[in-house]
């Protein structure tokens, strides 16, 4: 059975940092991209930042580049994300994604149930 766990959410003053977790199993780890999304209330799921595990390759939207930081740990199947110098307006559920597509182009996308992230000013 596939599973992402989210954990690290919580409650913090605006300048602070928080470092999220995703622990996940049931799949091949190291085949997949792993990305962080984060959803604000009344806005539109979007994309922080995203790790491919095979290489290390990673990507970061705008709003976070230089204040976030995406890492994994292949032995132990976990993907952080560390989030420093947060703003009000980084306050979102974040949700972890694993994504990857199989030799006959299908796709394999599963997500995990969230973190809440809430940043005070």
């Known amino acids: 059975e596939v599973q992402l766990v989210e954990s690290g959410g919580g409650l913090v003053q605006a300048g602070g940092s928080l470092r999220l977790s995703c622990a996940a199993s049931?799949?091949?780890?190291?085949?997949?991209?792993i990305g962080w999304f984060r959803q604000a209330p009344g806005k539109d799921r979007e994309g922080v930042s995203c790790i491919s595990i095979g290489d290390g390759h990673s990507w970061y939207a705008e709003s976070v580049r230089g204040r976030f930081t995406i890492s994994s740990d292949k032995a132990k199947n976990m993907v952080y994300l560390q989030m420093n110098s947060l703003k009000p307006e980084d306050t979102a559920v974040y949700f972890c994604n694993a994504k990857t597509s199989d030799v006959l182009f299908r796709v394999h996308d599963y997500w995990g149930q969230g973190t809440q992230v809430t940043v005070s000013s």
């Open positions: 049931g799949f091949a780890f190291d085949r997949y991209s």
